[in-house]
């Protein structure tokens, strides 16, 4: 028996359990209501389209490594114990995937649980003590369980924000599992890489189903999954010791998905849009938004996670850590020079940086009267002062126009409106600054402000009127009685015009 045997039939095993299971999970996901319905906006597929794909991959797993224990008795206790801690690990993030595809769960919560799955690993004493990179030792200590707990949290959120795709999440899965194979026959790991090889069966199984157009979706349940495995194997294949990492290999590897993950907080949080809340800025989008089809979407972002796997496989087979670093970091500036993903990211942070510097020099020569945490403490006074204030403030900024408009819930709408004296009111508008915040429960809060003054139209002088504008609007949109039917009139002072509005039906509200 040559030692490849037991590689070919754990995969022939597991890829027949996946080609048997898929079907059943989508008819099961059919019967439950489990479907992803396209809504125009980021889910553009045609019809309606099951769920559950990792319920497949999962059951196909379970089978794959029980025959690889029988086909590989020689391994013995590593690969039980692997085999059994990763199964246990897995079987939780696909269940929590499963009532996540199936109830919405709130991003904290499925925070939480992801943390309680990646436990089993940590508790068997599957993380860290030291990791080494460039040849420089560092040793963790304690610190190596929350790091570890890290990196497979990372991992996990990593695949899910990038299965966006027809096949891109198995494809992914796939081509790494294929190099952590690779890697870990090759770093003395036959068990890791055993398992690896029942990863890729899995999902090569599911990719015959999973390829555009997809007859079923990962769903949360196989993009958590794919991800923990990913994020487990990556570890193990790359030790050097029992507890010494390597850490270019499983960083590099992971390179395209985690580059993706971290623009995607950027892009959000720069935008002042929450984490949580998806968009259509992850780099399988921007392929498509240029005209290329699904497949060739994928085969693109297929090719560079081949790349980055065999940058690190090569690294550390020739024992250099800088010729994967390199090609790495050429292929992800090729991405942002190309303006294929990461230029309007790259701008942003250059942007806030830039605000940033400006605002603390012109926080010295600037007119302001009030800082951002005095303009917050007026906006949480009474209404009408906390209006004047904020239309003072904007008037040093040389703002012509302030517009308010509030929707409640109930459907009752209200507006105020000031302006600057009519002596300068005849200036040209040369820029216009807007803030919308929706809550929860219903209430949108609109604030627009526009000006004459040239100067003020630099992009440092509209993100420190942007962060006045948010504060005052966040505390009015979660206290919006202490607005209410605006009819009262407004402010005294030769600059205010007032303008309320009725309270009207929001389906005849402008």
Not at 426 to 441: A, F, I, K, M, N
Request: charged share 15%; aromatic share 6%.
């Amino acid at each position: 028996m040559t030692p490849w045997h037991p590689l070919w039939i754990t995969f022939a095993a597991t890829l027949t359990a996946a080609l048997l299971l898929t079907p059943v999970a989508r008819r099961m996901a059919i019967w439950f209501g489990v479907v992803d319905a396209p809504d125009g906006r980021r889910k553009l597929q045609k019809k309606p389209v099951p769920l559950w794909g990792g319920v497949a991959v999962y059951g196909a797993i379970l089978i794959g490594l029980s025959v690889a224990r029988q086909a590989a008795p020689d391994l013995g206790p590593p690969l039980t114990q692997l085999s059994l801690t990763l199964a246990a690990a897995a079987g939780l993030v696909c269940m929590f995937g499963c009532i996540d595809d199936a109830r919405d769960l709130k991003p904290r919560f499925k925070l939480l649980l992801q943390i309680c799955s990646v436990l089993p690993i940590v508790m068997s004493g599957y993380y860290v003590d030291r990791v080494v990179a460039f040849g420089w030792p560092v040793e963790l200590g304690w610190l190596g369980i929350p790091l570890t707990v890290l990196w497979l949290v990372g991992c996990i959120n990593a695949l899910n924000l990038l299965d966006g795709m027809d096949g891109l999440a198995s494809v992914v899965g796939l081509s790494t599992a294929g190099m952590m194979a690779i890697l870990a026959s090759n770093s003395g790991h036959p068990h890791v890489a055993l398992i690896a090889i029942v990863l890729a069966g899995a999902l090569c199984g599911f990719l015959v189903y999973n390829l555009p157009p997809a007859s079923i979706y990962l769903g949360d349940s196989g993009s958590m999954l794919i991800g923990l495995s990913i994020g487990m194997l990556s570890i193990q294949a790359a030790l050097k010791t029992s507890a010494t990492l390597s850490l270019t290999a499983p960083v590099v590897a992971l390179s395209i998905p985690m580059f993706d993950t971290v623009l995607a907080v950027v892009r959000r949080r720069l935008s002042g849009r929450p984490v949580d809340v998806g968009d259509r800025g992850h780099i399988h989008h921007l392929l498509l938004d240029r005209g290329l089809t699904n497949w060739q979407a994928l085969c693109i972002i297929g090719a560079l996670c081949l790349t980055t796997g065999a940058a690190a496989t090569a690294a550390t087979i020739l024992s250099n850590d800088a010729l994967a670093w390199i090609i790495t970091v050429a292929v992800l500036l090729s991405l942002v020079y190309t303006r294929a993903f990461g230029h309007h990211e790259l701008a942003m942070l250059k942007l806030s940086a830039a605000g940033l510097l400006a605002g603390l020099v012109n926080s010295l020569v600037s007119p302001a009267r009030a800082t951002v945490r005095l303009r917050r403490a007026a906006a949480r006074a009474d209404f009408e002062q906390a209006w004047t204030t904020l239309y003072e403030e904007v008037a040093l900024w040389h703002g012509r126009r302030l517009e308010l408009r509030t929707e409640l819930a109930d459907g009752s709408v209200a507006a105020r409106t000031w302006v600057t004296p009519s002596n300068v009111a005849q200036q040209p508008v040369t820029w216009t600054l807007g803030c919308e915040l929706d809550s929860p429960t219903g209430n949108c809060c609109r604030l627009v402000l526009t000006g004459e003054d040239e100067r003020r139209a630099e992009p440092w002088y509209l993100l420190r009127l942007a962060k006045l504008l948010k504060g005052f609007a966040q505390d009015w949109i979660d206290r919006p009685e202490m607005i209410g039917p605006l009819t009262a009139p407004a402010s005294p002072g030769p600059s205010t015009v007032p303008l309320t509005a009725p309270v009207l039906p929001r389906k005849h509200a402008a």
